[in-house]
């Protein structure tokens, strides 16, 4: 007699429930949508929202970043003052400078940036035709610098416009001993060269951009 066919379905089963885990595992890596989001230790993300179903998004939160400055043998740094012909922040929000003496640094200058948007979802805080979002205007507020013998300029600025606020940045401005840190004038003639509208003039006059590094919120100061 002879013996029965082998039993097809338990292998088919098996293939297929394989392939189908497989499929899974290939979407997840290779389909960003699927992807979970990673975690930022550098942003905090309060909400977000649309105030009006025609405007844009709104992504309220703080970013902390960090910009190191060499000072290259300068003794004394001026930070441009905030009230300054071409404010750097503006609007209702603002920019607020503290001071620090660290005794741990040697040869330069660190500014830890809080970036903040605090939009509330009933008002109607607008950048242009879109949202104020943190994870954007993290990257607009930059840091620029200029240096000449033992002085150095330093100046926070943003790159967007943000004329109804919403936007603010404590700088804490970290330095070592034997480094006076203070906040220039408001007419201090050394930031009329500071041209952001124009590029080449910025370079003439050897005005240069300051990298910024993340932070993570808890390695940021109190």
């Given amino acids: 007699m002879a013996d029965p066919p082998p039993a097809r379905r338990p292998v088919l089963l098996i293939g297929f429930t394989a ?38 998004l709104f ?4 970013a902390f970043d960090l910009a190191r400055i060499e000072l290259n043998g300068a003794t004394d740094v001026r930070l441009m003052h905030p009230n300054a012909n071409r404010p750097s922040i503006g609007g209702a929000g603002g920019l607020n400078y503290r001071i620090e003496p660290d005794d741990a640094l040697t040869g330069r200058v660190d500014v ?9 979802e009933n008002n109607s805080y607008m950048y242009g035709g879109a949202g104020l979002q943190i ?4 990257h607009q507020i930059k840091v620029w610098r200029q240096e000449t013998g033992k002085s150095a300029a330093v100046v ?6 943000y004329p109804e606020g919403g936007v603010w940045v404590t700088a804490t401005v970290r330095h070592p001993k034997g480094v006076t840190v203070r906040q220039a004038d408001q007419g201090d003639p050394t930031f009329n060269t500071f041209t952001p509208t124009n590029p080449a003039a910025l370079t003439l006059n050897e ?8 932070v993570p919120k808890d390695e940021f100061p109190k």
Avoid: C, M, N
């Fill in 207 to 214: 005005w240069r951009e300051v990298k910024q590094t993340p």
């Fill in 112 to 120: 830890y940036l809080r970036k903040t948007v605090r939009a509330e």
């Fill in 59 to 62: 992504e309220t939160g703080t």
């Fill in 156 to 161: 926070v600025w943003s790159s967007g416009h």
């Fill in 135 to 138: 994870s954007a205007v993290r």
């Fill in 19 to 56: 392939a189908f885990v497989l499929a899974v595992v290939a979407a997840f890596l290779f389909v960003p949508a699927l992807q979970p989001t990673p975690t930022d230790p550098s942003l905090e993300i309060a909400s977000r929202f649309r105030p009006y179903r025609s405007s844009g």
